[in-house]
């Protein structure tokens, strides 16, 4: 992508507005636009970004077994008077009513509609065991809602389900997705703490928060240092064997501060082992057994009878990632972004526009990057040298690619790693090959 022909519109000041850093940086690199209070325009370079983290989301839950669907963002308000929660879950669900006085909602989760639809269609025990998810849009009414994409009212968010004949098979679900939630953030570049956590107005008796760690963090977390050491499970894992996935990490003391016991802290952590900070929330998961499948009568036909079937459910915040990645991984110039959800594999950076021979070898360069696959962002206007640099860092790139006249006279051009601002001077064709690699 050429920038003259990309929507690109950067702030030079940092919006008053803007209370924490993802949400600063996010405006300042035209990523978001404000359409209301906690309601926000995707423009085309969070857009890039938003829709890797969601692949990377779609793959793990694939590989974890679950099935792909997509339920509307309206609901019926009977849904969950079935359940139990219309009147419940209080102010942060906008109520509507449609032309016909129908009452509706803007899902906040789907945990009563994914029940309706599996009692609809699944008859028999031997289909069991299920697990289902969608991708899609949610609204939360938030009082005060601030900080961006990490606290808006609308946001994308992944959710699955799951569907078991009782609590052993539920809770082997249980541990695949635990298991797919620490390889999703892994991939993302983030070290993802698992957590236990009060289940809220989700219900059941076991829950687990996914907690990165960032001074900007909403909430005071716990934990044992060698938790966020730990390497992620990996993809050549038993997926019918998880026990020690599941007991490996829950074995060391973690909690959110609604769990916190400083006393079992204190006593079953080393001192030098103690971590006490700041964390972000960007995955949950549940298990809940009957809540909603006996209410609702999501049964299926046993060996023996009805079986009222044992439900889970788990979410990431598909959105808010790409706030908490922000959060995580910044310095004073901008956004250092993992490769693997950066918006642009390179940057390459005309230093003399209208140059002939910078010109040609940039083009040179564009043509070939992009014929190895690489996405590649060519800035290629006429801003000065020092603006072009400081643009580059503030979104993020992680590779640049600098072409200027001096240079190429000795048939060089200059590399820099935005994650670790190295720079290296090789030749042109070295300089293809080398990020051509990367």
């Excluded at 009147?87 to 669900?93: I, T, W």
């Excluded at 972000?280 to 006996?294: A, L, P, R």
């Excluded at 940057?347 to 040179?364: F, H, K, P, S, V």
Aim: aromatic share 10%.
């Amino acid at each position: 992508m050429r920038l003259s022909r990309f929507f690109l519109p950067l702030l030079k000041e940092n919006p008053a507005e803007a209370q924490i850093v993802s949400h600063r940086l996010m405006l300042r690199t035209g990523m978001i636009r404000q359409e209301a209070a906690g309601i926000y325009a995707w423009l085309p370079l969070g857009f890039k970004v938003l829709k890797k983290i969601e692949k990377i989301v779609e793959e793990e839950m694939a590989r974890a077994g679950s099935i792909q669907l997509l339920m509307p963002t309206l609901q019926l308000a009977d849904l969950w008077r079935e359940s139990g929660r219309y009147e419940d879950y209080g102010q942060e669900m906008l109520r509507i009513k449609d032309r016909h006085e129908r009452e509706m909602l803007y899902g906040p989760t789907n945990e009563e509609m994914i029940t309706e639809i599996f009692r609809g269609t699944v008859r028999s025990y031997k289909d069991l065991p299920l697990n289902l998810f969608h991708i899609q849009w949610k609204f939360r009414d938030e009082q005060r809602p601030r900080f961006g994409v990490m606290r808006g009212r609308e946001f994308l968010m992944k959710d699955a389900y799951s569907f078991d004949v009782d609590e052993a098979a539920a809770r082997k679900a249980y541990n695949r997705m635990f298991t797919a939630y620490l390889n999703i953030f892994s991939r993302l570049g983030l070290k993802a703490v698992p957590m236990r956590a009060d289940t809220g107005p989700i219900g059941g008796d076991l829950s687990h928060e996914f907690i990165i760690l960032a001074e900007t963090g909403e909430s005071a977390v716990f934990c044992h240092e060698d938790l966020i050491n730990m390497p992620a499970p990996g993809n050549d894992v038993d997926w019918d064997n998880l026990e020690h996935v599941f007991e490996g990490r829950t074995a060391l003391y973690a909690a959110t501060e609604e769990m916190h016991d400083e006393a079992r802290f204190k006593a079953e952590v080393p001192e030098d082992k103690q971590v006490s900070a700041r964390g972000i929330e960007v995955g949950h998961i549940f298990y809940f057994g009957e809540k909603y499948s006996k209410p609702m009568r999501a049964v299926v036909n046993g060996p023996d009878g009805e079986i009222t079937v044992h439900m889970g459910s788990y979410g990431v915040g598909v959105s808010r990632l790409l706030g908490a990645i922000i959060e995580a991984s910044h310095d004073e110039a901008g956004i250092i972004w993992p490769e693997s959800v950066a918006p642009f594999d390179v940057a390459i950076i005309n230093l003399r526009q209208g140059d002939e021979a910078c010109d040609a070898a940039c083009e040179t360069a564009y043509k070939a990057l992009q014929s190895a696959g690489r996405d590649v962002l060519y800035h290629d206007t006429d801003e000065r040298a020092g603006a072009k640099f400081a643009a580059m860092d503030l979104i993020g790139v992680p590779w640049q690619l600098i072409i200027g006249p001096k240079g190429l006279a000795d048939g060089q051009v200059e590399l820099k790693h935005r994650a670790t601002g190295e720079r290296l001077t090789v030749p042109f064709d070295d300089g293809l090959a080398q990020l051509t690699k990367a």
